[in-house]
Structure formats: structure tokens, C-alpha cells
């Protein structure tokens, strides 16, 4: 497409896609967790983990299913975003810390 040509167009491209996918996957991730836990335990997802009617164990169970699978759509989300940006922009579209790191090659 526009292959390192406009510097902009890509960092605006990875504002959009960079920035807002893995905020949709967080929320899309979240509620099929929430819908997983719900069909799979017959209970509610903990909303409130100092619930008294809450376990302590149900709590740290959706703690760890919800954290890990929020964090991991997240990290495939963005990987895919960077690569799409990348691939259509360049890499100087990406902010700094999602460049790819060259390796001077010194004699």
C-alpha cells in the first residue's frame, strides 16, 4: 500500500489500530470470559471480589482466568496491529519501543 512512503498515514494508522484494538479485545475478551464462566460454574462471574458470599477461591479463580485472558487477547491484538502497520507503513510508523531492534554489526 503506501510502504514507507507517509510517515503521518501510519502514525495515525497506529494510533487507531494500535491504540483502540486492544481496548475492543479487552472488552470482547472479557465478556466471553464472563459468559464462559457463567455457562461453565452455573454462578455469576465475581464482580465484587470482597463479596462475602464470594470464596476466596472463586475469586482468585476469575482473577487469574480474567487477567490472563484479557492480557493475552490484548498481546495478540497488538502484535497483529504492529505487524499491519509495519507491513503497510514501516517500521518508523511505530513508536520507538515497538521498532524492531537493529543489531549494529561491528568488525
Known sequence: MFKGK???MGK????????G???AAAFVARKTLTFAWEKSTKRPAPSNPVDDEISMSEALAWTIVSGVGV??????VQRIAANTVRNN???EALPKKFRKQIEEVTD
Open 6 to 8: 507517509d510517515t503521518s
Open 12 to 19: 495515525l494508522a497506529w494510533q487507531i489500530i494500535g491504540v
Open 21 to 23: 484494538a486492544p481496548i
Open 71 to 76: 492480557a493475552v487477547a490484548q498481546l495478540v
Open 89 to 91: 507503513f514501516g517500521d
